[in-house]
């Protein structure tokens, strides 16, 4: 049994490196990690507290300052431990499913009473992993070069998209692998023979991207569509009925299990939203709106040469159809073979003007669940064109050409903006004042929350609403040695004037 593991590791050990080093690059990368986004603080909120956002009461003193963040943030006892209720619940109530608030649950609830980022980052770090492992196997669909397959791999744990999406603790790397999923599965859809085994795992990534997010749910009805028209065109009756059923019996079986998905999508304030910015916008707004998330994605997965490639693969394409000297016949007979192409690089482009047009925030996060196919499937248009035109040393230089530039470029317009490196140096400031009262005057108490980093260093906290900024002066005790005041939601210079006076 020994001899055999060691055995099966010597036959892997590239991909096993691979995989290895993408830990460590993902582990340096959290280590960096400075501060957290609301967002982020939300995630362990949503899977932990018996509420949506923060709670505390107005004009109460916190002692430390930490408690009243973590009473929010974390597993407090045995009662909440493993309490799937309350994380359905306050998803119910949110705008998200609550299959990633749920596994993070289970890690916190082994570790009750404690906070750290490590609880959300490993979930991360092992999606990536798995994503990368998918996203192999998905371009061997495509090419048949192994060298091309592990260089792509090497470019995956370097590239600044998928690093920005893992170090984002939310569920887009769920998302993510999910898609990436997808893709794999309904590519074997159409190259093999169908078999319930095949079914089985697409209605269960179906359900599990459903579960995951919204948008997991676009990008299945952009690839149903075309694999859908594919099969209408070869005339695959059997498999086209099979496909409906089995996408039927997913949507039924996850409005089941997360009913609050419909509301969700359609009468949710999240949802509205999404459907006002698709159908109330002008054309400039559309317009610079995909030109932001075009500027996303090229940035950060391809370098800045992402239009290039599209050329590159769009002058192919048309070589192809134009040159009198192939044999026709040859085309159609490799018809199905472009047919994967298709599968793949359509539901991207629906996906990409569907999220550009209704986001509710022009943000790189909703293009998070793309960025491993949309990498994986540039790699391998880019490979087979050079393949086709090249000779092989030629193809492998080409290719650490473009890898280089997708790192390279990518690095040099990354901003790292989920480490939150800007704030180190405030938040070493406020260790100065580890010894002092805090006075919090805030505006809406969900905004206290990503305050955690800085007020974990105070002596205590007391919160006072800016409705109620009169009351400060309840607190002389606080005030003897000097006290920190924090204002969250603007009119600064107004309640510091107010507090002067």
Known sequence: M????????????????????????????????????????????????????MDFEENKTYVPAEQVYLQNLVVNNAFEQFNFATVWKNQTND???????????????????KF????????????????LHVLRKFMYLFISDKVIVEFCSILYILSPGILQNVSFLRMYVLAMFWVTLTAYLFVRLHEEKVSWKLWLQIGFVAIAGALTHYY?????????????????????????????????????????????????????????????????????????????????????????ILGGILLLALGFLLFVVIDKKRNIAVIVSDKRAYIKWIIVGIPILIYFIFVS??????????????????????????????????????????????GTLFVVNGFKNAHWEYLYKASADFLDKVKIYSDRNCIS?????????????????????????????????QYGDLFEDGFVLTVIGGNDDEIITKIQK
């Not at 705008?95 to 570790?111: A, F, G, K």
């Not at 108490?445 to 800016?466: D, G, H, R």
């Open 95 to 113: 705008v998200h499913p609550p299959l990633y608030y749920l596994i993070l649950h289970i890690i916190c609830s082994y570790n009750a009473g």
């Open 357 to 402: 047009e209704s986001a509710v925030y022009v943000t790189d996060r909703y293009l998070f669940p793309v960025y491993a196919v949309v990498f994986g499937i540039l790699m391998c248009v880019a490979a087979s064109i050079l393949g086709k035109t090249t000779e092989l040393k030629c193809k492998y230089a080409a290719i650490c050409l473009i």
């Open 116 to 131: 750290n980022i490590w609880y959300a980052a490993i979930i991360n770090i092992f999606l990536g992993i798995l994503t």
């Open 216 to 304: 997991c749910i676009i990008y299945l009805c952009a690839t149903c569509l075309i694999v859908g028209i594919c099969m209408l065109i070869e005339r695959r009756w059997k498999d086209i009925l099979t496909l409906f059923a089995c996408m039927a019996v997913s949507a039924v079986m996850s409005v089941s299990v997360f009913p609050a998905m419909v509301q969700h999508m359609f009468s949710g304030y999240r949802g509205t939203e999404s459907i006002e910015n698709l159908t109330k916008g002008t054309g400039a707004e559309y317009w610079e709106r995909i030109k932001s998330f075009y500027g996303f994605m090229n940035d950060q997965t391809c370098g800045g």
């Open 441 to 473: 005057v805030y505006d809406i108490k969900w905004k206290e929350q990503p305050a955690f980093y800085e007020m974990k260093n105070y002596k205590s906290v007391t919160f006072i609403s800016q409705n109620n900024i009169d009351s400060i002066m």
């Open 2 to 53: 020994v001899k055999q593991i060691f055995r099966l590791v010597y036959q892997n050990r590239v991909s096993i490196s691979i995989y290895v080093t993408f830990l460590l690059v993902t582990a340096i990368l959290f280590v960096n990690k400075t501060n957290m986004h609301i967002d982020e603080m939300l995630s362990y909120t949503l899977a932990n507290n018996e509420g949506i956002v």
